[in-house]
């Protein structure tokens, strides 16, 4: 399985954006996938995933009521929409996929995600 990811770029505080991820190979339906975000010297964290059918999501504290991430198995793509950007929001944002437990519990642990997309930087000027 490999991630394209798509749709970062520079936009205002209060504007919205919408990334991308489209993956390869014929199982995408039964997986479980993700968003994680990361600064320079920080962590990646955790913003939103969900589950291989699409029935649960869940979303880090700092982003639920403003992102939404969806999941179309007919394109083998998921998405992150995200609203109301701040300048925290700043990250290069990357999508993942858990390959090794389809269609097994969901989870905000980066480590229970075994392929990821490249960065796709995001930037909200204040």
């Known amino acids: 399985v490999q991630l394209q990811a798509s749709g970062g770029g520079l936009v205002q505080a209060g504007d919205s954006l919408r990334l991308s991820c489209t993956a390869s190979?014929?199982?995408?339906?039964?997986?479980?996938v993700g968003w994680f975000r990361q600064t320079p010297g920080k962590e990646r964290e955790f913003v939103a995933a969900?589950?291989?059918?699409?029935?649960?999501?869940l979303y880090a504290d700092s982003v639920k009521g403003r992102f939404r991430i969806s999941k179309d198995n007919a394109k083998n793509t998921f998405y992150l929409e995200m609203n109301t950007l701040n300048a925290d929001d700043t990250a290069d944002y990357y999508c993942?996929?858990?390959?090794?437990?389809?269609?097994?519990?969901?989870?905000?642990?980066?480590?229970?995600?075994?392929?990821w997309g490249h960065g796709t930087l995001v930037t909200v000027s204040s």
């Open positions: 969900i589950n291989w059918r699409g029935g649960r999501v």
């Open positions: 993942t996929v858990e390959t090794r437990s389809r269609m097994g519990p969901l989870s905000m642990r980066s480590a229970a995600y075994d392929i």
């Open positions: 190979g014929d199982l995408f339906s039964s997986y479980n």
